[in-house]
């Protein structure tokens, strides 16, 4: 069965320091991916996606995921994180050409000023 | 554009209980799901709608949990009898796709349970 793994499953940082959330999935066919946040009594948003193409991608709020197909990853960077960045970051993934989204079990981020 | 409705936000019930939870999704979609996030643990979808019929339930426990999205539109979720471990949060959310992938899935706020 499919899988998303989240390694951190919390990160401490300090502001301005930079983030890389890691992320891997098992699945050998053609995958779509996402990560997902929840700020603190807030629903879960879309950060950013990919689908195909550029295997770098640019979110909201200077977020960005690199696809490495070869490593079945798609870690999650900032490269200077704010107070507000903290929440909870989840990576999800669909396959076989439909919408269900399989989640990892997240990764609890808190920046400290 | 209103997101996706849930309630009620909050429910304590004891075991055995029954609880029920209603959601609209964003006006226009077509695609509805039910997701369970038990704590530390990410969301698992427990039910898909496309309109008003079942695309995968395959991992909702039907002896115990039934859903309904009678008129295509809103949904609701319920749970007869209630267990411990039934304790989570249960988010609804709703994509415009027609069950492919490209579309952005929303989520409601959710609906806490605490069974007790």
């Known amino acids: 069965a499919q899988s998303v793994s989240q390694h951190n499953h919390h990160v401490i940082l300090s502001e301005a320091a930079s983030l890389e959330l890691g992320c891997n999935y098992s699945?050998?066919?053609?995958?779509?991916l996402f990560w997902y946040v929840q700020y603190p009594g807030q629903h879960l948003q879309l950060l950013l996606k990919y689908f195909s193409g550029d295997p770098l991608v640019k979110g909201i709020k200077g977020f960005e995921a690199e696809f490495i197909k070869s490593k079945f990853s798609f870690n999650l960077r900032k490269p200077s994180v704010q107070w507000s960045d903290t929440a909870e970051y989840f990576c999800?993934?669909?396959?076989?050409?439909?919408?269900?989204?399989?989640f990892g079990t997240g990764t609890r981020l808190q920046v400290f000023p | 554009e209103a997101g996706v409705a849930q309630s009620p936000r909050y429910k304590i019930i004891e075991k055995r209980q029954s609880v029920a939870f209603w959601c609209n999704p964003i006006?226009?979609?077509?695609?509805l799901y039910w997701y369970q996030q038990i704590l530390g643990q990410g969301p698992k979808l427990l039910i898909q709608?496309?309109?008003?019929?079942?695309?995968?339930d395959s991992q909702l426990p039907k002896d115990r949990f039934s859903a309904e999205r009678l008129k295509g539109v809103d949904s609701t979720l319920k749970i007869q009898p209630a267990k411990l471990e039934d304790s989570a949060v249960y988010l609804c959310a709703s994509s415009s796709g027609q069950g492919s992938t490209g579309n952005t899935i929303y989520f409601g706020e959710g609906s806490w349970l605490t069974v007790v």
């Open positions: 006006s226009g979609h077509a695609t």
């Open positions: 699945y050998g066919g053609t995958v779509n």
């Open positions: 999800a993934v669909t396959v076989y050409n439909t919408d269900k989204l399989i």
């Open positions: 709608f496309q309109n008003n019929g079942v695309v995968d």
